[in-house]
């Protein structure tokens, strides 16, 4: 409630509906006066942000105490007393990638060269006769140096950051085939060989960047990635609970809301205990991320099981069929995303 002046006058200032006490019952604005002072605005500022975090933290109570509770109190009206299930989740979901994309960075990661299921680092490390023996598999039976293994690694490298198919050095190179019907690729796979020349030509004194660069635009993919497989979550929850009309697929919808937002926190929990376990090498804090990884898929079941009120066997194969279902519906959206960052590379 603000501080201001009451207007004398009944018609409200947003919508000139007439009002009937201090708010107006059409569009819910305070019938107050609309000159405010500096100091209103800055005592307004932070009486909101108190609001928000008295209302989140008991909201956060409910949910992490009591699955399903929440799911089941909006459904039933009981709304006010709660935050906003979607401002709870852009919230959430917001500090999580904050404090994620902070402590982990993917831009500097470089690709380790692989020879037969072996890295250059293991090949190197070996001894004279394992090294002998290796080798000889590389290069048609004659055993190798360390130097002209090194010079034969090097010019792996130089052929190309992506070698699959044909490699061509050049797209002048790849146009003279197919005007000499050489080749004959469709406008897809003509579109892809140039992105790999393309890439080729860009990284190739520098593989890592290339990988560095794909999968920081993958990893910054992942936020949009699961606002998308959130209503698809919902929609099969709709189908596994067809039968019971008294679920609509806003309830669906706000279950699954409810269900991310605790994935969201203890996620960020374990990405802490990690961090806190890498800098004081304290063994036991392995254990209780294992236990909070469990934590989530017990939670999960926990929460269908009080909000849609069937019996354990009938929940327990919902629970398998809807984890089974996520776990498709990531590995596309994986795949599609991942497809569009190559791109983007």
């Not at 942000?49 to 109570?61: A, E, N, Q, V």
Request: glycine share 4%; aromatic share 18%.
């Amino acid at each position: 409630m603000s501080h201001l002046n009451e207007r004398t006058e009944k018609n409200c200032l947003n919508c000139n509906a007439e009002v009937y006490g201090k708010y107006c019952s059409v569009c819910g604005q305070e019938n107050i006066e609309p000159a405010e002072s500096a100091w209103h605005l800055v005592t307004h500022f932070f009486n909101d942000i108190t609001h928000f975090d008295g209302k989140f933290f008991s909201t956060l109570k409910f949910l992490v105490t009591k699955p399903g509770f929440l799911s089941s109190e909006y459904k039933m009206g009981r709304r006010t007393s709660y935050l906003n299930p979607i401002r709870m989740y852009v919230f959430t979901s917001a500090i999580f990638f904050l404090i994620f994309f902070s402590l982990y960075h993917f831009d500097n990661i470089k690709p380790d060269q692989s020879f037969n299921g072996q890295s250059a680092k293991a090949i190197n490390s070996m001894d004279s006769v394992a090294f002998k023996e290796f080798t000889k598999e590389l290069n048609d039976g004659k055993p190798m140096t360390r130097q002209q293994f090194k010079f034969y690694n090097d010019s792996i490298s130089k052929k190309g950051v992506l070698r699959f198919g044909n490699e061509y050095q050049s797209r002048k190179e790849y146009d003279s085939l197919r005007e000499k019907g050489i080749k004959k690729d469709g406008w897809v796979l003509r579109q892809i060989t140039y992105k790999q020349i393309e890439i080729n030509e860009k990284y190739r004194d520098d593989p890592s960047k290339m990988f560095g660069s794909l999968i920081n635009i993958l990893m910054h993919n992942i936020p949009p990635m699961l606002f998308i497989s959130l209503p698809l979550f919902a929609l099969f929850l709709k189908f596994l609970y067809r039968r019971n009309k008294d679920f609509y697929y806003a309830s669906h919808a706000i279950f699954s809301i409810h269900l991310y937002i605790f994935v969201f926190i203890s996620l960020l929990a374990i990405i802490l205990i990690n961090k806190l376990s890498e800098n004081v090498h304290w063994a036991w804090l392995s254990y209780i991320s294992g236990l909070l990884y469990m934590l989530l898929f017990f939670y999960e079941y926990k929460a269908m099981r009080n909000f849609y009120g069937q019996r354990r066997a009938k929940t327990i194969v919902k629970f398998l069929l809807l984890n089974t279902w996520l776990l498709f519906i990531v590995l596309i959206l994986f795949t599609i995303f991942l497809f569009f960052s190559f791109l983007k590379v």
